[in-house]
Nanobody, 127 residues
Framework: QVQLVESGGGLVQAGGSLRLSCAASGVTFSRYDLGWFRQAPGKEREFVAF????????YYADSVKGRFTASRDDSRNTVYLEMNSLKVGDTAVYYC????????????????????WGQGTQVTVSS
């Protein structure tokens, strides 16, 4: 059974940093493309970041580009999201997701193309 478990969320002041982790089990991790999404209260889930199976291709939402960095460690079956210069608008529940199909060609931002999801971790940025 595939499981994704996020951790690392919390409360941080604007301008601060957090690193989210997502540990996977039940999958051959290195074969999966991975995404990070977030959902703020009253808003739809939105794409944040993508890293492909090899780790060589990453994409980011415009709102986080230059501040967030996705990386992966296949030896630990873990994907990371380094978040710097956090803003109040980054407050949301953050989810990691895994896709067996290769999404780098264009569908990496579509939540519906990911097969497995974590339970989410809350990130709250205070002013």
């Amino acid at each position: 059974q595939v499981q994704l478990v996020e951790s690392g969320g919390g409360l941080v002041q604007a301008g601060g940093s957090l690193r989210l982790s997502c540990a996977a089990s039940g999958v051959t991790f290195s074969r999966y493309d991975l995404g990070w999404f977030r959902q703020a209260p009253g808003k739809e889930r939105e794409f944040v970041a993508f890293i492909n199976w090899s780790g060589h291709i990453t994409y980011y939402a415009d709102s986080v580009k230059g501040r967030f960095t996705a990386s992966r460690d296949d030896s630990r079956n873990t994907v990371y999201l380094e978040m710097n210069s956090l803003k109040v608008g980054d407050t949301a529940v953050y989810y990691c997701a895994a896709a067996r199909r290769k999404l780098a060609g264009g569908n990496y931002y579509k939540a519906t193309d990911y097969e497995y999801w974590g339970q989410g971790t809350q990130v709250t940025v205070s002013s």
